[in-house]
């Protein structure tokens, strides 16, 4: 019997890296798993394939997170299908690294924050509605430890990820009563397509590239010396949807190998 099982999760950013293992863990726990992506179809029908051929059940919808008619059109693509929703993972983010606060270009802050707060946002406005209707369920967030841990280049993703932390706990409360959890995943230097963005040269996490970013990376994370895993942080998200953790909400839960702790 599975953890999940008769639960309906629904999962953006679900193409690839933590939001594609998240769904495959999650489907394997018995939940039937909406996928959604803004742009990687190609992705998307992956991990479906992925799912569907160890004898799960999923499928995949398209929108952008930070449009509002996307959103509420991803959240009824899952409850048409399956006919409630159960659990929310706001996974979809972006970062462009590499800026200091004085450079940053107006439109990619807008953006970023667009993507990694409001979509979130949005996506948790049109969801909830259907899980008060429902038997309550469980929103997952997913932050960043470069939320709390300050890094050069990452302004505006670190504010959006702070802000998501926010919302996350402020939700917890307002729902506390009414049958929704609410609570965000802190990770840390996961291996995932997102850091190609900063350092598209590196190939195999590990490995030790010859780059100044990875070496800043492996120092950062010197308390376990390696990189995380987008399966370690889908089971610490599996463990916030499920109901053992019926008494948590409002959490911050670091999936980091001890970034925060230093």
Request: charged share 15%; aromatic share 6%; hydrophobic share 50%.
């Amino acid at each position: 019997m599975g953890r999940l099982d008769g639960k309906v999760a629904l999962i953006t950013g679900g193409a690839s890296g933590i939001g594609r293992a998240t769904a495959v863990l999650f489907a394997r726990e018995g939940a039937r798993v909406m996928v959604a992506t803004a742009r990687n179809e190609a992705g998307a029908r992956e991990t479906v394939a992925q799912i569907t051929a160890s004898g799960g059940t999923a499928a995949y919808t398209l929108g952008d997170v930070t449009r509002a008619e996307d959103a509420q059109r991803i959240v009824a693509a899952a409850v048409q299908a399956y006919g409630r929703l159960d659990v929310l993972v706001n996974n979809a983010g972006i970062t462009i690294p590499g800026s200091l606060v004085h450079e940053i270009a107006e439109r990619d802050w807008e953006r970023v924050l667009a993507v990694d707060l409001t979509g979130a946002f949005l996506m948790m406005k049109y969801a909830i509605p259907h899980m008060l209707r429902g038997d309550g369920g469980s929103i997952v967030n997913v932050a960043s430890a470069l939320a709390l841990a300050g890094v050069p280049g990452c302004a505006a993703y670190a504010a959006a990820k702070a802000g998501l932390i926010g919302l996350t706990r402020t939700a917890a409360i307002e729902y506390a009563q009414r049958g929704i959890r609410v609570n965000v995943l802190l990770p840390g230097f996961i291996w995932t397509p997102l850091h190609r963005v900063a350092d598209p040269a590196a190939a195999d996490p590990t490995q030790v590239p010859a780059s100044e970013y990875y070496a800043f990376v492996a120092q950062a994370v010197e308390p376990m010396g390696r990189w995380g895993t987008p399966e370690e942080v889908a089971a610490t998200a599996l463990f916030l949807a499920a109901d053992e953790s019926s008494f948590v909400t409002g959490s911050m839960l670091a999936v980091d190998g001890g970034l925060l702790a230093r």
